[in-house]
């Protein structure tokens, strides 16, 4: 079997249990090989991290924990530039992966605005799109609400005549109603979180008091000392 890489992107301002389970969804329905969960230096489209990157790949790599072919990636964490899809997919084109081995995997909310990335539309031919429901927002709506890319869509499993063309993979699957930002005010007013992120992640935000109302801001020494930047292995 030909590789299939999934690549989950996002700021991760804390990683939860929402993210895993559009990343296990695309994983299932497609038979991902492998996935590198990257998160973001200089999110494009939201505000800027709460949590030091340090912290959010820290916290990206206890997630992952005892999931074979996950990987932590600290590719988009070095440098002062936004962290643009475009950016990473041809990066990993540099490393020698093929459009057709290559998944994005995105929530059907976060791909519904598509319009707004950067470098749309060619963006679409750097890879799959495996785009999975999230509550509210399923994937039975994105054909009318993007109806320009309507013949772009399609379900699993792979057709393989088609293998070679880049299309939008349309996953129906279960996943947690659970947003960073309602982790984050919950932390800040004092109230729990179990359940809404794993037990490693819940663990490391109590220890560092991330989030709290009185935490800390981001400051330099909190960013990753390694010399070693853009590799698409990060250290989990």
Not at 176 to 194: K, L, M, Q, W, Y
């Amino acid at each position: 079997m030909s590789r299939r890489i999934g690549i989950l992107g996002g700021t991760f301002d804390p990683i939860h249990c929402g993210h895993l389970d559009i990343g296990a969804a695309a994983e299932a329905a497609l038979g991902l090989t492998g996935l590198f969960v990257i998160p973001a230096n200089i999110p494009p489209h939201r505000p800027q991290p709460v949590a030091s990157s340090f912290h959010r790949f820290a916290m990206v790599a206890l997630a992952l924990s005892g999931r074979t072919g996950w990987q932590a990636s600290d590719l988009e964490l070095h440098g002062d530039t936004p962290s643009y899809t475009s950016t990473t997919l041809k990066r990993f084109h540099e490393q020698g992966y093929a459009s057709s081995e290559l998944f994005f995997v995105a929530g059907a909310d976060a791909f519904a605005e598509i319009g707004t990335w950067k470098d749309y539309p060619a963006i679409l031919d750097l890879a799959h799109f495996a785009i999975v429901s999230r509550p509210g927002c399923p994937v039975d709506d994105l054909p009318g609400r993007l109806p320009v890319l309507a013949s772009r869509m399609t379900q699993p499993p792979i057709d393989r005549p088609r293998q070679l063309e880049t299309v939008i993979f349309l996953i129906d699957a279960q996943t947690t109603d659970v947003s960073s930002t309602a982790i984050r005010r919950r932390r800040a007013d004092g109230f729990p979180i179990t359940g809404m992120v794993t037990p490693g992640v819940q663990q490391h935000i109590e220890q560092h008091g991330l989030y709290a109302s009185n935490a800390p801001g981001r400051c330099e020494a909190d960013k990753i000392p390694d010399p070693a930047a853009g590799r698409l292995h990060g250290k989990a």
